[in-house]
């Protein structure tokens, strides 16, 4: 594979996460610009990580910068508007999670990209650094027989800051995209319907939503349960997979297999090769994806068409939430 020429567009938070990411694959990738509106962030990431470099607009580093592939760091509300001049400018984009407010604004950049000959991907990088993907793999060669039912649930205590508080969607936009991301990966499948709750605790401060109880039908017949909180005293991330011939427990460290037989212990225990610190190489894993794309002329695992399904969930959740009463799906569109 060639080495591209990335530049990042937001230097929040979250883009330090790819900068880390990208600085161990200098064979593939090389960071040579970036840009955010706020001169101080931008300041800060390029004395950090030393791109060649930094601008506070997108037009001054598409004009004057020499780069094939823009990484899309920014917040939601203006996301649309970038990603449309980065297609104009005949960049591939990969994009951060989640990839939409809503579903008719990431449909309308699926289709700019599309029209402009560009590729788009999503970083659903836990698919890779939850084990999402380690369970998928065992579940297409028939190690648990048929899935019946998903069980997740994701305790924690966070408050956020920045622009985030300000959201209408909150707790369900943040960690659900990737919780509904991984229940279509695991099984492979599309829902039929969803159904949601959503609550607010006065414990943390935000506009949107801190807790959230989804379940989810897929054509195939399985169930996904889910619940969220930002409020909750008790920190724990766990989903348990049932099938009919065992069972599969998902942690952020490890997955293990029960056996019908011997339920008394696992069968076999693996460790997620990455977990915690290994956070940006998953990150990496889906950029590599889309440079894989661009080379071999193919769509990625997770572009932004396929992920346009795991939008139309979260966005059916909300509209579930808010009517309290079920969404219905055909062909993976609510």
């Keep these: 594979m060639k080495q591209f020429n990335i530049a990042v567009v937001g230097c929040g938070n979250v883009s330090h996460m790819h900068f880390d ?21 931008m300041n800060e990431a390029h004395k950090k990580y030393g791109f060649e470099q930094g601008f506070t607009s997108l037009e001054a580093m598409i004009a004057q910068a ?55 991907a ?24 048929r899935v019946m039912h998903i069980m997740h649930q994701d305790l924690m205590l966070r408050q956020d800051t920045g622009w985030r508080l300000q959201t209408k969607r909150h707790a369900m936009a943040v ?85 019908l037989n011997d339920h008394s212990r696992p069968y076999k225990q693996w460790e997620n090769p990455l977990r915690g610190p290994k956070k940006p190489e998953a990150t990496f894993v889906g950029l590599n994806l889309l ?5 071999q002329g193919n769509e990625p695992a997770n572009s932004g068409h396929d992920n346009l399904k795991t939008i139309a969930l979260l966005d059916a959740a909300y509209r579930s939430a808010k009517t309290q009463r079920p969404v219905f799906f055909t062909g993976g569109v609510a």
């Design 122 to 145: 999503v970083n659903q990088n836990f698919r890779y650094h939850y084990p999402f993907d380690m369970a998928r793999k065992l579940i297409t060669e028939g190690e648990i027989g």
């Design 291 to 295: 440079l894989a794309s661009v080379e």
């Design 175 to 259: 960690m659900g995209i990737h919780w509904l991301d991984g229940f279509r990966w695991i099984v492979g499948d599309e829902p039929v319907s969803i159904m949601a709750e959503t609550r607010s605790s006065a414990a943390i401060e935000c506009v949107g939503e801190t807790e959230a109880s989804v379940q989810v039908n897929f054509e195939k017949d399985v169930l996904a349960s889910y619940l969220e909180s930002f409020s909750s005293a008790l920190a724990r991330t766990e989903t348990i997979i049932l099938g009919e011939m065992g069972t599969l427990v998902l942690t952020y460290n490890d997955m293990c297999l029960y056996k």
């Design 21 to 41: 990411a990208y600085k161990d694959h200098l064979e593939q990738v090389r960071i040579v610009a970036a840009c955010d509106t706020n001169r101080e962030s």
């Design 66 to 120: 020499q780069w094939d592939v823009a990484v899309v760091c920014t917040p939601t509300p203006v996301r649309k508007h970038v990603v449309t001049r980065l297609a104009a400018a005949g960049k591939h984009i990969f994009v951060e999670k989640p990839f939409a407010d809503n579903y008719q604004d990431a449909q309308d950049m699926v289709n700019i990209c599309a029209q402009a000959g560009v590729k788009l």
